[in-house]
């Protein structure tokens, strides 16, 4: 059976405006680009066309920003919806020294390092505190450490499976 993702999940593109009035200072352009993984003959990961896909189907999302502006941009942060249909793989999030990972679970409210944790109240009245599980993920958020320089570009990826 065949799944269909929304058209702005699959390929978004956008620009984030500058903070002065006068165009002038930092400027970030930006794309989000959805691949299917699928596995070639001598067993390597590939990425192809994510047009259509299906129940299990493993597909990475990738998210580049580039300073097209003309001044350094400083607190950058990056954000990737795990899209509804879908379940986010565990791990699959980069990270790096230029870049942190934390995650969502109440639709882009609030953002944690893994393991996130939430509270629930027991059939007893008394509130637990429990680990949520990557298929209760819906948004990815990377900060970038350092700022982004005029004409350098950041790049981040993450993958999800297909309900």
Partial sequence: MRTSLAVAA?????????????GKGPTL????EARKIVV????????????????????EYTLRYTNVGDA????????GPVPAGTEYLEKTATESGAVTARFSIDG??????????YTVVNERGVEER???????YTHVMWDVAS????????SVSYRVRVK
Wanted: a negative charge; charged letters at 25%.
């Fill in 10 to 22: 699959l390929l978004l593109v956008f620009a984030v405006v500058p903070a002065s009035a006068h």
């Fill in 29 to 32: 352009a930006g794309t989000m």
């Fill in 40 to 59: 070639d003959a001598e067993n390597r990961e590939i990425a192809v066309s994510a047009e259509e896909v299906y129940p299990r189907d493993r597909l």
């Fill in 72 to 79: 350094p941009a400083g607190g950058v942060s990056l954000v």
């Fill in 108 to 117: 882009g409210k609030s953002f944690h390092e893994a393991p996130v944790h």
């Fill in 130 to 136: 429990r680990v949520a599980t990557p298929d209760m």
């Fill in 147 to 154: 700022a982004l320089e005029v004409g350098k570009e950041v």
